[in-house]
């Protein structure tokens, strides 16, 4: 998505949630989501029966309204999506879904993982060429702008045809959504340097190079990283919908095709599908800020995001 | 984290309004003109000369001639039509994520605890790929049903509108409320002087976002099943049946009306917000 | 204009403030007695730390004391604010970007019920008063500085509050801009009659604006001396070079240094704001 963080991350919110406190907060509010979903089916959904039970099996609750957006083809109970982890993918699949998932998702990531690599180097590149060059930035950075506007599900089926269905057309989608937070995210990171710091710099007579590297690097990096968070899950958006062009019949994207096409006879491998992508973005995420925790601890607290 | 796509050009801002202005915007988009021009132009010269996989990358004269002929309604690919259904379906996403994310985040900036589940919510929403969930809203709402595509915009959208709202009401100058606070103002009324006016260009920041979030959640919900004429089925169409001319005209419709959008809402933020989009060169808060 | 006979429009007795943040209290004021008469200019002075921030803060009821009493005319703090007898300035003029120049000395005016007609030629004549006559349609981005803490002091005095607490107005400006700035808010307190209590790091300003100069120390802040301001009125450019002003402000330096006599050994300090300085030119996110 074209989501580019370009402020500093400095405007947190007060107190800034540890990784313990985050995922406290997360667990707690799966379970209040949990709850009220629930809830809504316990207040308006059909008769509840044991989990994974046939139809005609006894009745253990009989909810006082019948609303159909709560009814178990929209809204599955909870614990079915969580048994349904532990069902075979297919009929007489050896895998069971949870297996099938983890396979897929792991796919997915080393297609995203290099798309991400290469966008984070592209997105890199431009940003240094742009902030070495005023006029390069206003011809180029519009257009930079503007590629994010199509959407990119329209320009899969073309990548996917210029370079043939493989994992190279997936890694090249999932490149396109990545290079563009990092690069104007870094077009102001590289410029966020102190410009009293510059002038010391300059008063050394350093290169541009010795600049690049002792100032405008280091001083780029929480930049960097806020860009590179939200280019972590842009990326696997990008191999989730290219996997479909791409003719990619290991990954995620095509599970949530397939478990799409059951979706009546088995909602819920639809939502374990779903539930293992957002497990895989939030994964992909916390990966990179992990990484950003190793690399900026001597950093003053107010220069992370 | 706040979001925006405002580009980097944004703290080159001259400080005085003026005739200058004008002329100093002019020398600012020469090179991205003339570059424009010079991609065109190159494109249908190399691409006419050496006839290369021309199916794929069409000259520009060719896919504006596509535009032009499969405009009109009715015909196989009715591009007004369809780049019309798909407007819609992102305008009505755009407007239910606007409205459900800012009265969240009245609700929400008057209570910590309230914003303490929300905002990192809209963290984790944002680390999630919730194209995912866009098979889901087409059996939710109806695959045939615009509104399933309508939604699954609305939720890109209310996400940063939520958050930028919420932001903007809560992160006020502390000595702007003991300002008020030292004339004895009610909450009430420093809701109305102070936080909303201040909470304006956040909010504005997130639609700005919110026009190509609206855009690409329609055509992702397209992507998964739907009405013939709308925008993303006219591509994957055009593209199975080698017609790539108007797959490319349907592109270059889509980051049109993108851009349309975008602009549009960023001549509303200057008409609504004049004292920012001038501040906002110097003061980058 | 000052005299001992006129009414008490600040008294504080005994005002003690004590901050906890986390497992860690620090002792902000402590046995603060102050009375400040009708129509009088005290200035507090003292080191970063101190707690004179506070102890206006105290008397503008935007902090509570943790002991002690504070009265202001016979009234508490709390029902002077909401009786608006309070106009604050601070270091920073905060000026909403949102406003014109004219509709943010109205702002106070609104909030306080003014009709419409009453506001507008208020904050027009407040602005007279500060020269910005010329300057009403203006937004706030467009004026330097120094026309931008005029604009808050007229947007302070636009409702004649009996008190205007004035936390280091003029702390960000250039020297010659605030001498400059000195001389008017002088001149609009010789018109107003308004009872004046300024908060200020600089001896040569504290000793030039005030019937009395309130010293104070930190750790724990409390009130070390307070010196009598007997220069004539109205005080102009000879002021500032008179010998009796020069032994004011040696008098003045003296007792700082007094005060802070008993924690030279503790710490030194200047150094607390060099580092920091530091910090934020190497994290380069300024």
């Not at chain 1, 060059?133 to 210029?162: D, G, K, N, W």
């Not at chain 2, 100093?24 to 190399?46: H, Q, S």
């Not at chain 2, 940063?160 to 909450?187: D, F, H, K, T």
């Not at chain 3, 001396?225 to 003045?252: G, K, M, Q």
Request: charged residues 15%; aromatic residues 8%; contains cysteine.
């Amino acid at each position: 998505m074209a989501t580019v963080a370009t402020r500093p991350p400095s405007t947190g919110d007060g107190a800034r949630p540890s990784w313990v406190r985050g995922v406290v907060v997360g667990g707690i509010v799966l379970l209040g989501v949990a709850l009220v979903w629930e809830g809504v089916k316990f207040l308006g959904g059909v008769p509840w029966r044991e989990p994974l039970a046939l139809p005609g099996a006894p009745v253990l609750h009989d909810p006082p309204f019948r609303w159909q957006f709560a009814n178990d083809l929209n809204l599955p109970h909870v614990w079915n999506i969580v048994l349904t982890f532990f069902e075979p993918w297919q009929r007489n699949a050896d895998q069971n879904v949870a297996q099938y998932l983890i396979g897929t998702a792991l796919y997915t990531w080393r297609e995203a993982a290099l798309g991400f690599l290469l966008g984070a180097a592209l997105g890199l590149f431009l940003a240094t060429l742009f902030v070495h060059s005023r006029l390069l930035e206003r011809a180029v950075v519009p257009y930079v702008v503007a590629s994010q506007t199509v959407p990119i599900v329209a320009l899969a089926p073309m990548i996917v045809f210029a370079v043939g269905p493989s994992v190279a057309a997936v890694v090249i989608v999932a490149t396109y959504l990545t290079f563009f937070p990092v690069t104007i995210a870094m077009i102001r990171g590289l410029r966020a340097f102190d410009p009293r710091a510059m002038e010391l710099m300059q008063s050394y007579a350093a290169s541009r190079s010795e600049i690049f590297w002792k100032l405008r690097l280091p001083a780029s990096l929480p930049y960097l990283f806020t860009a590179l968070k939200i280019a972590a899950t842009a990326s696997i958006v990008g191999a989730i919908i290219g996997e479909g062009p791409g003719g990619i019949n290991d990954g995620l994207g095509r599970a949530i095709i397939t478990f799409n096409q059951y979706y009546i006879t088995g909602p819920e491998k639809l939502w374990a599908a779903i539930v293992v992508s957002a497990a895989l973005g939030i994964g992909f995420f916390a990966l990179v800020r992990g990484a950003e925790v190793l690399l900026m601890r001597d950093r003053p607290a107010d220069a992370q995001g | 984290m706040t979001v925006t796509t405002a580009g980097a050009g944004d703290r080159m801002g001259p400080r005085a309004a003026g005739g200058g202005r004008w002329r100093g915007r002019a020398i600012d988009l020469l090179p991205a003109a003339v570059v424009f021009v010079g991609v065109l132009v190159a494109w249908e010269l190399i691409v006419g000369a050496l006839a290369l996989k021309a199916f794929i990358l069409p000259q520009p004269s060719a896919i504006l001639a596509a535009l032009r002929d499969n405009w009109a309604a009715g015909g196989r690919f009715a591009l007004s039509t369809s780049a019309a259904a798909t407007l819609l379906e992102a305008l009505g996403g755009l407007a239910i994520g606007t409205v459900v994310g800012v009265v969240v985040a009245f609700i929400s900036s008057r209570w910590v605890t309230a914003r303490g589940v929300l905002l990192p919510i809209a963290v984790a929403a944002g680390a999630i790929p919730i194209i995912a969930f866009a098979p889901l809203f087409n059996n939710w709402f109806g695959v045939l049903n615009p509104l399933s595509k309508a939604m699954m915009a609305a939720v890109l959208v209310f996400f940063p509108v939520m958050a930028n709202v919420i932001r903007g009401l809560v992160q006020v100058p502390p000595a702007a409320v003991e300002l008020m606070r030292s004339y004895a103002a009610s909450e009430w009324t420093i809701l109305r002087k102070v936080r909303i006016p201040n909470a304006l260009p956040y909010f504005f920041t997130a639609l700005r976002l919110g026009t190509t979030l609206s855009l690409i959640g329609a055509v992702v919900g397209e992507y998964f099943g739907g009405a013939s004429f709308v925008l993303g089925r006219i591509v994957v169409q055009s593209a199975s049946a080698l017609r790539y001319d108007v797959t490319w005209a349907a592109i270059f419709l889509m980051a049109g009306t993108g851009i349309a959008l975008y602009l549009a809402i960023s001549v509303i933020e200057r008409l609504a917000i004049p004292w920012h989009s001038s501040v906002r060169g110097i003061d980058s808060r | 204009m000052t005299s001992a006979q006129a009414p008490a429009v600040v008294r504080l007795t005994g005002v003690d403030k004590v901050f906890h943040v986390g497992d860690q209290t620090t002792t902000a004021l402590t046995g603060i007695d102050l009375e400040i008469r009708r129509g009088e200019f005290v200035s507090l002075i003292g080191p970063s730390g101190c707690g004179k921030s506070t102890l206006l803060r105290i008397i503008a009821d935007l902090i509570d004391p943790s002991g002690g009493e504070v009265a202001i005319g016979g009234k508490t703090a709390g029902d002077a604010r909401r009786a608006r007898d309070y106009g604050m300035v601070f270091q920073a003029p905060v000026l909403f970007d949102w406003r014109t120049v004219e509709d943010n000395v109205r702002l106070p005016l609104e909030i306080m019920g003014w009709d419409a007609a009453r506001r507008t030629s208020k904050a027009r004549e407040m602005l007279d008063l500060v020269e910005l006559g010329d300057f009403l349609k203006h937004y706030p981005y467009q004026l330097s500085g120094g026309m931008q803490q005029r604009v808050a002091i007229a947007r302070a005095l636009a409702f004649e509050p009996s008190i205007l607490l004035m936390d280091e107005p003029f702390g960000a400006l250039d020297e010659m801009t605030r001498e400059r700035m000195n001389s008017e808010v002088l001149d609009i307190w010789e018109r107003t009659g308004t009872s004046v209590v300024f908060v200020t790091h600089s001896i040569p300003e504290a000793v030039f604006l005030s019937s009395r100069v309130v010293v104070m120390s930190a750790r724990p802040g409390r009130i070390t001396r307070i010196i009598d301001v007997d220069l004539p009125r109205p005080r102009n450019e000879e002021t500032r070079e008179s010998t009796h002003y020069f032994a004011l402000v040696t008098d003045v330096r003296e007792a700082l240094r007094d005060g802070q006599a008993g924690r030279d050994g503790a710490s030194a300090g200047g150094s607390g704001t060099g580092s920091l300085d530091r910090v934020r030119a190497e994290d380069g996110v300024g």
